[in-house]
């Protein structure tokens, strides 16, 4: 797992193109501040190939989950958006700008730390 670091956090998701028409493939509990998420979506940086990417959020204070069996159901027109905010990453499902209004988002998790992994399709 590579760190994200606020700095370059816009400049990341933008390769991504905010994982718009993205899927959503799964979220894991690792313990109650520890969770990760993997989705799938284009890549700028490669001619737009599809690459899976898991996301590790670490020092979670504040979450809303969806349940594996609903993540195929979830509609990724949007994408998603990561946020960097006093001293907290904000993920967040769909187009949002401030982590408050991210928590309006059907899954979300705030943390202090955030980690990336790049896997095949």
Do not use: H
Not at 36 to 41: D, E, V
Not at 85 to 105: H, V
């Amino acid at each position: 797992m590579k760190p994200i670091l606020a700095k370059d956090l816009k400049k990341f998701i933008e390769r991504f193109d905010n994982f718009k028409d993205g899927e959503l493939r799964s979220i894991d509990v690792i313990s109650p501040t520890t969770m990760s998420i993997t989705l799938a979506g284009q890549d700028n940086a490669r001619e737009f190939d599809w690459i899976s990417m898991t996301f590790e959020f670490s020092g979670v204070s504040d979450a809303r989950l969806l349940q594996n069996n609903k993540l195929s159901l979830v509609d990724m027109n949007d994408g998603i958006n990561v946020i960097y905010e006093d001293d907290k990453f904000a993920f967040g499902i769909g187009d949002y700008d401030t982590i408050s209004s991210t928590k309006n988002s059907t899954c979300y998790i705030v943390c202090s730390t955030l980690k990336y992994k790049e896997g095949m399709f």
